[in-house]
């Protein structure tokens, strides 16, 4: 059993081993193509199916891809049909050049399982390239007499193509003086050599022209063709010679560089490198070579330096030219100098005064300068002046002096400075002439007030502007310069109306802006004018002034004004209109103006509110009140209108008028409605008036209790701090504790102040609140002091009274609520309805609360003395007969004593008995509570 496993894993081993072996034998066999180039793309090279022996479908389903060994793709398989077809259009010659074979490889990769196929396409060559020569024509020189059967190698023609389609053969056309021998070299190339049959002579023929032809063996056969130009060189057998064998010229002295003083010539019958003639000097001095110049190749001879006759009146040179062989020839050139007037006259400056003062006398001396020429006679004599357009002239003093002085007035402002050419000329043939220009400056006198660049100024300013406007600018310019041009603006002392121009406008003295200091009012000051002065810092200074006129623009701030009707009269008028009035009766007309000006106080009229708004209409522009229907029996007697009267500002503002017309049937009718209306606005007027003066009062008086209220609680609130003294028993110090023992007693009536501390939570519906012991005075440390025993006394079984009250108190009950109708204030239902007052402020609130809690204690020990009965508590004396003890909620319930743990409840017997017999609606609740 053991023995037949172990020899299947064997044979499955030797299984995987054949069919690796199988597969690897697939992947190494190569499968070769062939494709000639330049075919065109998507030719078809093969079809790998059939040559993989694989279905179509299983190119596709065994996801078949072609992958390249090259950079480009040059094929790509079709899956669909299984066909290999050209991607890209394949050139031979760039793909391999002259190598053979040229091959492209490439792999078919299988996948499921994977298999590769490698593949290999041969690229066939095609005649596609003709042969070709590196140029279009070869030059060749040959000398004449050379040997026959010479050889001279050609260059060969390139061909891209290879095997039979490259270079098979060259050829010439005959002539008698050159054959061609083509020949063969180890790598197959050929190439030809020139192979010369007979003599060259270059008197018979310079020149000869060849066409070298070179083929290739491809079919069509292609060609390509040079052109040989051979060149016949001739032998050097003649000497140069000279059209002269000397040379005269003249030249002027001083003449320019480069000049050509002569040119000789010479001629030698060769051609060529022989006939090439070179020229040079033959054994002359150095200055000769420092004074001319001689082409080798032209034989022209110019100037190089100076030429001058003082020094030397002529010059003789020798001559040699040479030709490309080395034969030479010689000549002499004999120059002559002539003299000229070549020296200028020189102008040289003496003095100078740069700058002058434009205010200089005439006949002040400027420069003094001296003319000086180095020919001589007519040459050496100079004649020396100025431009004609400078107030300046020349005058002569010593020999060959002259100075420059004024002869005008100056100005800086029109002229800040003259460049005076001086001009010195001899007379010489020709004439010489030199120039000096002398800058002459002129400094600045303060001489030109400041002049404003207009002759008045036009400011507009929107009235009611802000403070620090910027309404304008004034320029002036000086046309002096530095500290004579600053210019400082002012201006000049005047009144706008009252007011002097300082408290409405102010100029910056720099820039000259003009600013408004204060809002303007354009129906007070329409437009004023202000005097500008300008100022230079010049020394003395001058000025200049400007009026400066600012004229208010108009804005819409006035609202029109009612002129008729009056409306500020305390009985308004009445308008009579009969009941016999037709459409169109004028019943008034409403007159009103506007202080504003233009298209502000134009004015529009339109009826804003009617008794009977069909009856009347008003004029658009006039305010004419007319009826706009005859007047019928139902009309009311007495109509009221409101006309509004608008403006055609922007925005627009408007006013109305009342008016009051009554329709009556006769003028005695009317009399008496007149005598009767205006008794009942009186009394209505009279009505208003005390309901004004009512309300007035009762918001003082308001004013005054809260005031009061607030007073009283900050003067309370600050002795309470001040008698509170932290200790462990909890107590209160007050220094000023009345020693009378009748008001210590326990009467009831509160003798004991309460300080208490309110905790409210946002969460809870209700407020508790936090009683602090009460505050028990300090008695004095003197045992003399009147009272003092029987206050100790009284101290001592006040406070036994109260521990043992609560001992004797209940727990406390939080579910103690006031009901909506028994809360004090304006929450509860009774507020003000009942005979009693219930607190309306916190001070009386909180005044409640403490004898609230005190009557409390008191009324659970059964001896209350507050005054008020049984039940009431005292408190009905001043919060009115409703408000008994039933309205009280049980404070006790949350009150706990700081630094103990008991707690003050209220007691079963006497508080609970009372509030059950007329609480009414908590009589139940109470009563669970209790059993509680």
């Known amino acids: 059993m053991a023995g037949g496993m172990e020899t299947r894993p064997r044979k499955r081993q030797v299984l995987c081993f054949f069919l690796c072996l199988c597969v690897s034998l697939v992947a190494c066999e190569t499968i070769r193509y062939s494709v000639r180039e330049e075919k065109k793309s998507g030719s078809l090279v093969a079809n790998v199916a059939k040559d993989l022996k694989l279905d179509v479908g299983e190119l596709s389903g065994r996801s078949a891809r072609l992958v390249s060994k090259n950079t480009k793709e040059y094929f790509e398989l079709n899956t669909s049909s299984g066909d290999v077809i050209i991607k890209e259009k394949i050139d031979r010659e760039d793909l391999c050049g002259q190598s053979d074979p040229c091959l492209l490889q490439f792999e078919i990769v299988l996948e499921n399982p994977l298999q590769l196929y490698r593949m290999e396409v041969q690229i066939h060559d095609v005649n596609d390239n003709s042969p070709k020569f590196s140029k279009n024509e070869f030059p060749l020189e040959l000398p004449e007499h050379l040997p026959v059967n010479s050889r001279f190698p050609l260059e060969r023609a390139q061909d891209s193509d290879i095997g039979t389609n490259g270079i098979q053969s060259y050829a010439i056309l005959s002539n008698e003086h050159f054959s061609l021998d083509v020949q063969t070299r180890g790598d197959g190339s050929k190439y030809a050599e020139l192979v010369l049959e007979k003599q060259l002579d270059r008197e018979e023929q310079a020149q000869l022209m060849l066409i070298l032809t070179a083929a290739d063996g491809g079919l069509p056969q292609r ?408 007047i019928t029996s139902p009309d009311s007697v007495k109509q009221k209108l409101i006309v509004l009267v608008r403006d055609n500002g922007e925005p627009p503002r408007s006013t109305t008028s009342t008016l009051n017309v009554l329709l009556v049937d006769g003028f005695s009718d009317a009399y008496m409605q007149l005598l009767d209306v205006p008794q009942e606005e009186e009394q209505q007027d009279t009505i208003t008036l005390y309901l004004v003066i009512s309300l007035s009062f009762v918001s003082f008086l308001f004013l005054v209790c809260v005031v009061t209220i607030i007073a009283i609680r900050l003067y309370k609130t600050r002795q309470c701090r001040e008698r509170y003294v932290p200790s462990s028993r909890n107590f209160y110090f007050e220094p000023n504790f009345p020693t009378n023992p009748a008001n210590t007693s326990v009467t009831g009536s509160l003798p004991q102040s309460y300080c208490y501390e309110v905790s409210l939570t946002t969460g809870s519906g209700t407020s508790e609140f936090k009683f602090l012991r009460p505050l028990v005075p300090s008695l004095s440390a003197d045992p003399s002091a009147a009272g003092g025993s029987v206050l100790d006394s009284q101290i001592n079984s006040q406070l036994k009274e109260e521990k043992e009250s609560l001992r004797e108190q209940a727990q406390p009950n939080p579910d103690w609520r006031f009901s909506q109708a028994q809360r004090p204030g304006t929450s509860g239902s009774q507020n003000g309805e009942e005979g009693g007052a219930w607190p309306n402020n916190q001070f009386d609130t909180e005044m409640l609360q403490a004898m609230i809690l005190a009557s409390a204690n008191e009324a659970a020990d059964g001896n209350s003395t507050l005054g008020g009965g049984a039940g009431t508590m005292g408190l009905s004396t001043r919060y009115g007969p409703q408000f008994t003890l039933q309205h009280v909620p049980d404070y006790r319930q949350n009150v706990y004593i700081p630094g103990s743990t008991a707690t003050l409840s209220n007691s079963s017997g006497k508080r609970d008995g009372k509030s059950s017999g007329s609480s009414g609606g908590n009589k139940k609740k109470s009563g669970k509570k209790e059993k509680k």
Not at 303 to 309: A, E, F, P, S, T
Not at 344 to 355: D, I, K, Q, R, W
């Open 223 to 630: 060609t390509g063709t040079a052109q040989i130009r051979i060149n016949v060189l001739d032998s050097n057998d003649n000497f140069p010679q000279f059209s002269q064998s000397v040379y005269k010229v003249q030249l002027m002295e001083n003449s320019p560089q480069d000049t050509l003083v002569t040119k000789v010539e010479a001629s030698d019958l060769d051609q060529g490198p022989n006939a090439e003639i070179t020229y040079s000097f033959g054994q002359v001095p150095d200055r000769i070579l420092k004074l001319f110049k001689l082409n080798q190749f032209s034989g022209e001879i110019t100037v190089l330096g100076i030429i001058d006759c003082e020094e030397r009146s002529s010059y003789e040179m020798n001559i040699q030219a040479t030709d490309g062989g080395g034969l030479y020839a010689h000549c002499k050139v004999l120059v002559e100098i002539e003299d000229m007037n070549d020296n200028a006259p020189e102008v040289t400056l003496t003095s100078l005064s740069g700058t002058i003062p434009e205010d200089s006398s005439p006949e002040t001396v400027v420069a003094l300068f001296s003319v000086r020429d180095r020919d001589s006679g007519d040459n050496g004599r100079t004649v020396c002046s100025i431009q004609d357009n400078v107030p300046f002239a020349l005058k002569s003093t010593l020999k060959n002096y002259y100075e420059l002085v004024t002869q005008k007035p100056l100005d800086r402002e029109k002229v800040p400075e003259y460049n005076i050419s001086i001009t010195a000329t001899d007379r010489g043939t020709p004439r010489l002439t030199s120039v000096r220009v002398i800058c002459v400056q002129l400094s600045d006198i303060n001489d030109n007030p400041p002049v404003f660049n207009e002759s008045s100024y036009v400011m507009y300013l929107k009235e009611n502007n802000h403070p620090g406007l910027l309404i304008g600018t004034v320029h002036a310019a000086d046309l002096d310069t530095e500290q004579n041009a600053k210019v400082t603006y002012s201006a000049l002392p005047g009144n706008i109306g009252d007011l002097p121009f300082s408290s409405s406008i102010s100029i910056n003295s720099e820039n000259g802006n003009v600013y408004a200091l204060q809002s303007l009012d354009y129906e007070q000051t329409r437009d004023f004018q202000v005097t500008v002065r300008a100022a230079d810092g010049g020394s003395p200074p001058l000025s200049s002034e400007v009026i400066v006129r600012v004229v208010i623009i108009d804005e819409n701030d006035n609202a029109p004004f009612i002129l008729y009707p009056l409306q500020n009269s305390s009985s308004p008028a009445n308008d009579l209109v009969p009941r016999s009035a037709e459409a169109g009766y004028l019943v008034t007309k409403v007159v009103a103006v506007d202080g504003d000006s233009g298209q502000n106080s134009w004015l529009s009229y339109q009826l804003l509110k009617a008794t009977d708004p069909g009856l009347f209409a008003v004029g658009l522009q006039t305010g004419e009140v007319k009826t706009s229907r005859p």
